[in-house]
């Protein structure tokens, strides 16, 4: 498992934690001091694919879905969340090769 990932020149450090249990969540992103909290008790498996979740929510915030216009098509919007992501995401994938579930 990673200990770090860096999402578009940001470092954010993957820290096991109990956090299903706090947040009913398996994982958590704390913006404000770059942690990404992953559930201790998931498989190895489990546990990338929650911070492959994780790191899509980085991505949404550096992207800024949350300002994606509302009056456009679903085609349009689809286009509008891969051309946000694809940079980013490939970025993401080269530069930190632990994300992998092959590795
Ligand atoms: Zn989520």
Not at 12 to 37: F, M, Q
């Amino acid at each position: 498992m990673l200990k770090e990932v860096k999402v578009c020149g940001e470092l954010y450090k993957v820290k096991l934690s109990d956090s299903h249990e706090h947040l009913n969540s398996y994982g958590s992103t704390r913006w404000s001091d770059g942690i990404i909290y992953i559930d201790k008790n998931l498989s190895e498996e489990k546990r990338k694919l929650v911070l492959l979740h994780e790191v899509l929510h980085c991505i949404a915030e550096v992207t800024d879905f949350a300002n994606l216009p509302r009056d456009i098509s679903c085609d349009d919007a689809e286009e509008g969340i891969i051309r946000r992501m694809e940079h980013v995401l490939f970025q993401v994938l080269k530069e930190n090769k632990g994300l992998g579930i092959s590795q």
